[in-house]
């Protein structure tokens, strides 16, 4: 079935250091995924979006890397901020093109 | 208003009672969802609408249900609460009709049923 999921439910970094955070998903058809960042007690925030044609995209400080062959996407964030410190998802959508589908997150924890 | 509101903020609330989560956006998508938040379970879609007049039941529906009677508003409903129902809900938007799938998130209410 459907699913999405991160491989560590922790990372514990420095501050300054690069982080990366990864996820697999098990649908082979899916062509759109996206990374969100929760702050503790808010709502997800999105940080940023990949379509299946790619295999990278760039941000501010964020670049999400997709390997459709082994089903795999990571989001890495260069020179890591105490601000960046929250639980992070990644999503993809569901096969019947309605809704997201949200892995189990990663807790990133910078610390000075 | 700017982008989603929820109301209300927390509530406590008796087993067998009725309660309505309230949500509202103001940026005029077509598309919006309630999920839930519980720890290790990461979000569940529970219903969505893809337009108003519209619903549809997401991955956990069971003891709920959604109304869309306009554009801007899509109230979660417990008809009768049970304590499983204690979670997080999160409502969100987003505009299919632009080809994106971007969601917007509200700040969440968080419910404890007793």
């Known amino acids: 079935g459907e699913s999405v999921g991160l491989h560590l439910p922790t990372l514990s970094v420095q501050e300054g250091d690069n982080s990366i955070i990864n996820c697999a998903y098990s649908?082979?058809?899916?062509?759109?995924f996206i990374w969100y960042k929760q702050e503790s007690g808010k709502g997800p925030q999105f940080i940023i979006d990949?379509?299946?044609?790619?295999d990278k995209r760039q941000g501010q400080r964020v670049t999400v890397l997709l390997n459709k062959t082994v089903k795999h996407l990571s989001l890495q964030i260069a020179a890591t901020q105490p601000g960046d410190s929250a639980v992070y998802f990644c999503a993809d959508i569901n096969q019947a093109g309605t809704a997201l589908i949200f892995g189990k997150g990663t807790t990133l924890s910078v610390s000075s | 208003i700017a982008g989603i509101t929820q109301a209300p903020t927390s509530q406590i609330l008796a087993a067998g009672r009725r309660m309505t989560l309230r949500c509202t956006q103001d940026m005029r998508h077509n598309a919006m969802y309630w999920y839930r938040q519980d720890l290790g379970l990461g979000l569940r879609l529970i219903h969505y609408?893809?337009?108003?007049?519209?619903?549809g039941k997401g991955e956990v529906p069971d003891g709920y249900s959604v109304s869309r009677a306009n554009t801007d508003d899509f109230p979660l409903t417990l008809a009768s609460a049970v304590p499983s129902q204690t979670s997080v809900y999160f409502c969100?938007?987003?505009?299919?009709?632009?080809?994106?799938?971007?969601?917007?998130f509200g700040p969440g209410t968080r419910l404890t049923v007793l």
């Open positions: 649908n082979s058809a899916s062509d759109y």
């Open positions: 990949i379509r299946s044609n790619m």
């Open positions: 609408s893809n337009t108003a007049g519209t619903t």
């Open positions: 969100a938007s987003s505009d299919i009709t632009s080809g994106g799938n971007e969601q917007f």
